[in-house]
């Protein structure tokens, strides 16, 4: 079992919609949970960091994380053509290390 | 602003030669990686450092090597470059004590021919 898993995609949404990204991790002990957009040809950029369980909101970008379930998910509302992008999911596992899943292309029709 | 910065963006080598990865960061982070990133397989960490002189394996480091002299440069080194290295080679830096947040360099796309 891969430690942190991602739907490859892509995930196609209109224009101004909700896209939802999910993610599951193995480590039941992790703590820290991140979302990089990564757009073709560049290298990763931190959109969102989560800790607690709950919702954590940042403009149009919210990240959930359910501890219980092993579960985080980013919900992009509003969605912009400018939002394509391959998400990557990745979860700290100590020891200043984090552990990537394999992106979640994301597709926003105008 | 922060800065990571990777020598080469593209390289192309031979089957056999040695390849250097140079890679050097302006925020005085502590810890150092380089992971590489493959089509359906993501982002790989194959070394990272800690500290200057201080390395670590990560999840792929056969074939890999790496050197850590300063604290802002971190050097990946192919002994003997093979055609499965082609790949996507990204350097990363974060300081101790944060949030996790890795702070990327822009790649240094390697073909081995």
């Known amino acids: 079992q891969k430690e942190v898993e991602q739907n490859s995609g892509p995930l196609s949404v209109p224009e101004g919609a909700i896209a939802s990204l999910n993610c599951t991790y193995s480590?039941?002990?992790?703590?820290?949970f991140f979302w990089y957009r990564q757009y073709s040809g560049k290298s990763p950029e931190l959109i969102m960091f989560i800790y607690s369980n709950g919702d954590k909101e940042d403009g149009r970008f919210t990240a959930q994380l359910n501890k219980a379930s092993q579960y985080v998910s980013l919900l992009i509302r509003d969605s912009q053509p400018s939002d394509s992008a391959t998400y990557l999911c990745?979860?700290?596992?100590?020891?200043?290390?984090?552990?990537f899943g394999t992106g979640t292309r994301l597709l926003v029709s105008p | 602003d922060v800065k990571v910065t990777q020598s080469s963006r593209y390289l192309v080598k031979r089957t056999g030669e040695k390849v250097f990865l140079e890679c050097v960061q302006d925020?005085?982070?502590?810890?150092m990686f380089w992971y590489r990133q493959d089509p359906g397989l993501g982002l790989r960490l194959i070394y990272f450092s800690y500290d200057v002189k201080m390395k670590e394996k990560g999840d792929i480091p056969e074939g890999y090597s790496v050197s850590r002299e300063k604290k802002e440069r971190f050097s990946l080194i192919l002994e003997s470059a093979s055609t499965n290295q082609t790949s996507m080679y990204l350097c990363?830096?974060?300081?101790?004590?944060?949030?996790?947040?890795?702070?990327f360099g822009e790649g240094s796309r390697l073909t081995v021919l």
């Open positions: 480590d039941r002990g992790s703590q820290s």
């Open positions: 990363a830096s974060s300081p101790t004590g944060g949030t996790g947040e890795l702070f």
């Open positions: 925020m005085d982070h502590e810890n």
């Open positions: 990745a979860v700290y596992t100590g020891f200043q290390k984090l552990v």
